[in-house]
């Protein structure tokens, strides 16, 4: 089952997607339902939890690592993991076991359709964050 919440994101010009409508790449599911859903596979028996100390150790690695891309860009607005918001941790975490359950998820998928809105940099940090969950897993899976 897919869970939609019928919320509504502008995405610029006028336009806005609705959580639950058909939109030009098919029907629009907003990243709050989209974790629901991983959240329930998890609970269902998926591979990796948001709450595995393997997820969490990733998330940490790739959330200081797009910290220090952002750095590099001159953005220095993303705190270190040890002053984040337990929140913001619980949804990194959720984003990394959403790469581990799902390998075909693309690096801005959980930017939905606003990703034409992102900077390059943004962009840049959100492939940086994949590929950093995806090196580590890869790491740990071998021999």
């Known amino acids: 089952m897919t869970t939609y919440c019928g919320s509504r994101r502008v995405i610029g010009h006028g336009e806005a997607d609705i959580c639950g409508e058909m939109g030009p790449g098919g029907v629009h599911q ?3 339902c989209q974790l ?3 959240k329930a596979e ?3 028996g998926a591979a990796n ?3 595995d100390a393997l997820v969490k150790a990733i998330a940490r690695v790739a959330h200081e690592t797009v ?3 952002n750095s590099a860009y001159g953005d220095y607005t993303t705190p270190p993991w040890e002053r984040l918001a ?3 941790k ?3 975490c959720a984003k990394v076991a959403a790469f581990l359950n799902n390998p075909e998820l693309h690096a801005t998928a959980h930017h939905g359709t606003s990703v034409a809105l ?4 943004q962009r840049a940090a959100a492939y940086v964050f994949h590929g950093v969950v995806h090196a580590i897993a890869r790491e740990q899976s071998r021999d």
């Open 67 to 69: 910290a220090a891309h």
């Open 86 to 88: 337990d929140k913001d």
């Open 36 to 38: 629901k859903d991983h």
């Open 30 to 32: 907003c990243y709050a």
């Open 118 to 121: 992102l900077t390059a940099s």
């Open 42 to 44: 998890e609970v269902a």
């Open 49 to 51: 939890s948001a709450q």
């Open 90 to 92: 619980d949804h990194t």
